[in-house]
């Protein structure tokens, strides 16, 4: 298990409303299986006050990218959302067999098995500039495979910014040289 939900600290312009906004998150304990504390943000998200100061947020670390990709799911809500406020185009990082056309895909580990992650065809140009978006920030196999999947069809990824990062699973380090931005901690 791990701590209260806090905000991140340095660089974030936005304390009294990012506090606000963890407040919203909610804890689910035993899902979805037991031991696990599952952090639910859907209460943040239909919240429009702290949904608009999370994704201008994360938007603000957008930088000079050309796209910002979202990981299904809820990395395709925020993503959507940021590429909105920063400017840029949007691209699904979609679960296996959910694309009609595929420029790649990636096969990493989980605690429970594998899944497959895939980028649609004809989306990315080659040397594309991508911020990368999730939800949250666990052990960083999710984010890992994101970003080695748009590195292997030729873009560049130049951050990932996550909504909640869970400091104690370490999953910045799975990143390697991708500067990471989280809004909140836990």
Not at 19 to 37: Q, T
Not at 50 to 64: K, N, P, Q, W, Y
Not at 147 to 154: I, K, S, T
Request: glycine share 12%; aromatic share 4%.
């Amino acid at each position: 298990m791990t701590g209260p939900v806090t905000v991140a600290g340095a660089g974030v312009e936005s304390g009294p409303e990012l506090e606000r906004a963890a407040g919203l998150i909610r804890d689910v304990p035993d899902y979805p299986s037991p031991g696990i504390l599952f952090r639910d943000i859907t209460p943040l998200l239909a919240d429009a006050e702290a949904f608009t100061v999370v994704t201008t947020e994360l938007a603000s670390l957008v930088g000079d990218a050309d796209l910002v990709a979202g990981v299904e799911a809820r990395g395709f809500l925020l993503g959507a959302a940021v590429a909105v406020v920063a400017g840029t185009g949007v691209v699904p990082v979609r679960k296996a067999g959910k694309l009609p056309r595929v420029a790649g895909s990636r096969t990493y580990d989980l605690e429970y098995g594998t899944a497959t992650l895939e980028l649609p065809a004809d989306t990315l140009a080659p040397g594309a500039r991508v911020f990368l978006v999730d939800d949250v920030l666990a052990t960083g196999g999710t984010a890992a495979a994101a970003a080695d999947l748009l590195a292997e069809v030729g873009a560049t990824v130049v951050g990932f910014g996550a909504l909640l990062e869970l400091t104690a699973l370490n999953g910045r380090a799975r990143l390697g040289d991708v500067p990471v931005h989280a809004l909140l901690t836990a």
